[in-house]
Each structure stands twice: as structure tokens, then as C-alpha cells.
């Protein structure tokens, strides 16, 4: 199956895991990145030194890992179903690290927190 879903298209996806062997290069905000074609995000974040949010495991079960895609989605695997249920409407703007991969040089984020419904006075 072929097309431009979030997260670029499952025929550019099956030629890059063809290309393991090829170094990339991304950005985690202001720190850019290195490491090979279709790498795992949250493994290629943790490798790099950086403390990365990822309660479950990085096993999708929630969704601590996300990120922002700033730019570059073209170069990020398609978005997963697990992806889909767990980040409904947001899912291709935001993603899970630990089930993303990155395929070229894609600009991702730790998206700001949500504003909260509640006041400080619990209203």
C-alpha cells in the first residue's frame, strides 16, 4: 500500500530499510543527532546522551516518549495504529518516539505541555 500518509509514504519507507547502512542526520531540538537509516527515535535520542521521557519502556503502552514534528515528516516512518489510538487527531504532528523511525533529516521537538482544563483553585 502506497501514499502520503503522516509520516511519508510506505514506498519511500521500504527503499530506505533497504539503506540501513547510510548515516543520518537529525535535530532533538537544538542538539542534531547522527545515526543510521531507520533507526528507532527514541533509541537513537537515548544513545545520544540525552534523557528522554519513556515510562513503559518504550513499548507504546503510553505516551510519555512524544514528540513534534517540526519538519521533515517525509523522512519518519508512517504513523503506526498504536500511534493512531493512543494520539487520536494529534497522531503525524505529534508521534511516539518508540515507535517512529527516522529515515533522513527530519527537525523533532518535546512538544510544550498542554494547557490545563483546571485553575489553581480546582475549578
Known sequence: MTGSAPGGSRTHWSRVMSDRDREITFHYGETEITTRAGARLLD???AAGIEHRHICGGHGFCTSCRIEVVEGQEY???VSATERERLGREAG????ACQTYVTGPADVKVPAPAPSRFGPDGD
Not at 93 to 96: A, E, I, K, M, V
Open 44 to 46: 537513537a535520542i537515548l
Open 76 to 78: 519518519l516512518s508512517p
Open 93 to 96: 504532528r505529534l508521534r511516539q
